[in-house]
């Protein structure tokens, strides 16, 4: 059993292919499938945020040089974490109101379920379609309020972006629609 679960946490050999995917980590599928049906959010639009936020690597962490007078160091640029790229105060506040204490943002079943919810909020908030991944994603990256408020339109690169995201939850979608989700 030990070794079935070896290298889990290790990202898969390959992004491009969602049923490739499926057959590397069917537990992944599993929890995705999970957080769909008590969330909403589509297994394809969860993939497709996943890949873009952290390339599926379980302790991923955004980070920026910082040079000193005879060195330069990586730091992180901000308090995300994990697959979901969850900061600090807004995990804190998905473990309030979910009472999940033992969420991990390095655990993948935990990432998924964080996307799902957070989708959920910002479908009630905002009014954007879980089927929508361009505009869940600008939220996801912008915050809820900074969605409803625009921000998004400030920063010329992340439109870009979320149409990448969007472009891949569609094909993640027409994948899966091949390899139906086992269990």
């Not at 008590?38 to 955004?62: M, N, Y």
């Not at 506040?93 to 998924?112: H, K, P, Q, V």
């Amino acid at each position: 059993m030990l070794s079935s679960c070896a290298g889990s946490d290790k990202p898969p050999s390959t992004v491009a292919d969602a049923c490739r995917m499926q057959t590397e980590r069917p537990h992944w599928f599993k929890a995705m499938k999970r957080t769909e049906a008590k969330w909403g959010v589509p297994v394809s639009i969860q993939l497709a945020t996943i890949s873009r936020e952290s390339s599926f690597v379980a302790d991923a962490r955004p980070m920026k040089k910082e040079r000193g007078l005879f060195f330069i160091r990586e730091v992180p640029r901000s308090s995300a974490l994990g697959y979901a790229q969850a900061i600090d105060g807004t995990w804190e506040w998905y473990i309030r109101d979910t009472g999940n204490r033992r969420a991990d943002r390095t655990e993948f079943e935990d990432a998924s379920d964080f996307i799902g919810w957070y989708m959920k909020q910002n479908n009630r908030m905002n009014g954007v379609s879980m089927a929508d991944a361009y505009n869940q994603y600008l939220a996801y990256h912008e915050g809820k309020a900074g969605f409803a408020r625009g921000t998004y339109r400030n920063k010329t690169w992340l439109p870009p972006v979320a149409r990448d995201v969007q472009s891949w939850a569609q094909r993640y979608e027409a994948q899966l629609q091949s390899c139906p989700i086992r269990g």
